[in-house]
């Protein structure tokens, strides 16, 4: 089933010309209040890559932040100390967005 859907969602963005899927986004660095991540582009940058979304919410509720970035590929997330997260990217162009990372789960620093 697992493999069915990747290439059904592969095939509708190279289709529509919407960037494919990035790998999980790597943490650079995590203190108590900020997590700094960065990602490689997609392999297959569909019309091109305009800039990505970045989302992260706390494991267990529903609240999502998100931002916005353009002309790069890293963000610089603000955080609640001590408290685990999935922080998910993905790439959009004049076409749409594609599909979101896998999470990358991590917990913030305690405060102190």
Request: proline share 7%; with cysteine; glycine share 10%.
């Amino acid at each position: 089933m697992f493999v069915s859907y990747y290439f059904t969602l592969r095939y509708t963005c190279i289709l529509l010309g919407l960037p494919g899927q990035p790998s999980p986004p790597t943490a650079n660095s995590v203190s108590a209040h900020v997590i700094d991540i960065s990602w490689a582009s997609p392999s297959d940058t569909g019309a091109g890559i305009t800039g990505y979304s970045v989302q992260w919410k706390v494991v267990g509720k529903s609240v999502k932040n998100q931002k916005v970035i353009t002309g790069g590929r890293t963000a610089k997330l603000d955080v609640t100390p001590y408290t685990e997260y999935d922080i998910q990217v993905r790439a959009f162009n004049g076409k749409g967005d594609g599909p979101w990372s896998q999470p990358l789960r991590l917990i913030s620093k305690e405060s102190g």
